[in-house]
């Protein structure tokens, strides 16, 4: 297992956005971070024991972007994959696949 982690390796570990890793690093929340040199200040990499201790402590749900847990859109596309917008609220589907739900 890597050393050292990239923001959306830290984001798909903690099911969180990768937004709500880079504002943990920000505040302290992801102890340890790291940022590579490089043009604009470079990306981040956060120690991979910064993000065991917080799998096991619990991942501060206070600190989570609304955005992380709102319910997806259960609609989809006409490619056949999941739409996974935001749902509207009390509905399933997102504004775009409203029809779904009036089909069902």
Known sequence: MAEHLTVAETAAALGVSIRTVRRWVKDGTLAGAVRLPGRGGG???IPQATIDRLLTEGVPRSTVNP????AKCQGVKANGTRCRELAMRGSRFCRHHQDQEEQR
């Open 43 to 45: 990306e981040w990499r």
């Open 67 to 70: 955005i992380d847990t709102a």
